[in-house]
Nanobody, 124 residues
């Protein structure tokens, strides 16, 4: 089992940047595929980005491709999401999630463990 805690959210102007972090507990972090999923008010949860266990493969939603970079440091049990050129439509609660598999990470159904989320608000 793994427990996840997000940090790094906040209020930023359009065009700005934020770096989200996801700290994981447990010694098996390196075995999990990891992802970032967001939920805007009144909308369903939406996949943002994912990374395989060793960081060898990443995948992004079209809406953030070219503006976001996902990475992980298995030695620190931490995953990151660098977000640049933020837009008001990026406003959402951002969740990190862990999957016991390292494929199909674009589907939020593969994630078994979720953090509590961190709020990102982008003002126009």
């Amino acid at each position: 089992q793994v427990q996840l805690v997000e940090s790094g959210g906040g209020l930023v102007q359009a065009g700005g940047s934020l770096r989200l972090s996801c700290a994981a507990s447990g010694r098996t972090f390196s075995r999990y595929g990891m992802g970032w999923i967001r939920q805007a008010p009144g909308k369903e949860r939406e996949f943002v980005a994912a990374i395989t266990w060793n960081g060898g493969n990443t995948v992004y939603a079209d809406s953030v491709k070219g503006r976001c970079t996902i990475s992980r440091d298995n030695a620190k049990n931490t995953m990151y999401l660098q977000m640049d050129s933020l837009k008001p439509e990026d406003t959402a609660v951002y969740y990190c999630a862990a999957s016991p598999v390292n494929y199909g990470l674009e589907s939020i159904r593969v994630y078994n463990y979720w953090g509590q989320g961190t709020q990102v608000t982008v003002s126009a």
